[in-house]
Nanobody, 123 residues
Framework: QVQLVESGGGLVQAGESLRLSCATSAPTLSTYDMGWYRQAPGKESEFVAA????????DVAEAVKGRFTISGDRAKKTLYLQMYWLKPEDTAIYYCAADPRGSYRDCRSWRGWGQGTQVTVSP
């Protein structure tokens, strides 16, 4: 099973930026399609973004569209989530996911998960 390790979370103020990273143990970055989810306290897991390597396409949730970008560095085998103009409502644990077997927007589709990284946005 693929191993995923996230990093890059932290405490920032509203309006600031952060970049999350997710290193994969898969043979290549594009071995599995990958994505990001988040979970705020007391809330269900929420789809953030996903990437289909073969098609070169991305899917980004409406709540973050225009502020968050998903991308990858094949040489480093690392997936990124660049987050701009952060808002307090973006506060959550962010999880990297890999190897979807169904809808990318359904967390039950994903076979591999990282341990999560905390993002906290203060007003």
């Amino acid at each position: 099973q693929v191993q995923l390790v996230e990093s890059g979370g932290g405490l920032v103020q509203a309006g600031e930026s952060l970049r999350l990273s997710c290193a994969t143990s898969a043979p290549t970055l594009s071995t599995y399609d990958m994505g990001w989810y988040r979970q705020a306290p007391g809330k269900e897991s929420e789809f953030v973004a996903a990437i289909n390597w073969a098609r070169g396409s991305t899917d980004v949730a409406e709540a973050v569209k225009g502020r968050f970008t998903i991308s990858g560095d094949r040489a480093k085998k690392t997936l990124y989530l660049q987050m701009y103009w952060l808002k307090p409502e973006d506060t959550a644990i962010y999880y990297c996911a890999a190897d979807p077997r169904g809808s990318y927007r359904d967390c039950r589709s994903w076979r591999g998960w990282g341990q999560g990284t905390q993002v906290t946005v203060s007003p």
